[in-house]
């Protein structure tokens, strides 16, 4: 089975400040992977999609790799600001008819 | 663009008590999916349908149950409610897994008591 790991369970960084959250799956043999992004009592909205064949997607200041022999994804955002301050979770969806979820990065941007 | 739909938003149960989460998408997808999501344990699959008329287990059904009459609706039935069932449900579609986004409705908070 699957299992999705995302290290640390939170950060927190100053206003300004590049940083990388992590992802890590145990099966390399996925279609995709996604990072979402979850504010406080809402649900996820999809941030960046990867495809298998692919190893690099990115959105404005968000850049998200992907490794999959290794079974590694990081999620890379820029100029980090107050407004980022969510939970980031990452998804893969591999053969076996699902997704597969980490328990999420809870990132804290100061001012 | 309302996307995924979830109703109620919140609700408080008592043991053994019944009821439906609505879901409803707009966006003409085969595949929904109900997940619930608890503090420290992230995201697990209950059920989902691959196309109206077709739905089958995740990881975590036992006390529940779905039907898929239509594309668009996907309810999830709380049936004889636990203290266990206590949890945030979240109902999500796709076009197709293999190459597309997952899109989540805002999620329904259950409290059984």
């Known amino acids: 089975k699957q299992e999705v790991t995302q290290i640390p369970a939170a950060l927190s960084v100053p206003e300004g400040e590049n940083l990388v959250l992590n992802c890590s799956f145990t099966?390399?043999?996925?279609?995709?992977l996604q990072w979402f992004r979850q504010d406080p009592g809402k649900g996820l909205t999809s941030l960046l999609l990867?495809?298998?064949?692919?190893r690099e997607q990115t959105s404005g200041r968000l850049n998200a790799s992907l490794d999959k022999s290794s079974g590694r994804s990081t999620l890379y955002i820029a100029a980090s600001q107050p407004g980022d301050s969510a939970t980031y979770l990452c998804?893969?969806?591999?053969?076996?008819?699902?997704?597969?979820f980490g328990t999420g990065t809870s990132l804290t941007v100061i001012p | 663009n309302a996307g995924v739909t979830q109703t109620p938003k919140f609700r408080i149960l008592k043991i053994g008590q019944s009821m439906t989460l609505q879901c409803t998408q707009d966006?003409?997808?085969?595949?929904m999916y109900w997940y619930r999501q608890d503090p420290g344990m992230g995201l697990k699959l209950i059920y989902y349908?691959?196309?109206?008329?077709?739905?089958d287990k995740g990881e975590v059904p036992n006390g529940y149950n779905v039907s898929r009459s239509t594309t668009e609706d996907f309810p999830l039935r709380l049936e004889l409610a636990a203290p266990s069932q206590t949890s945030v449900y979240f109902c999500?579609?796709?076009?197709?897994?293999?190459?597309?986004?997952?899109?989540f409705g805002e999620g329904s908070r259950l409290t059984v008591l």
């Open positions: 099966d390399s043999a996925i279609y995709n």
């Open positions: 998804a893969v969806w591999d053969t076996g008819n699902q997704f597969y």
């Open positions: 990867i495809q298998s064949s692919q």
């Open positions: 966006m003409n997808h085969n595949y």
């Open positions: 349908s691959v196309g109206a008329g077709i739905t």
């Open positions: 999500a579609s796709s076009r197709n897994p293999n190459t597309g986004e997952l899109f």
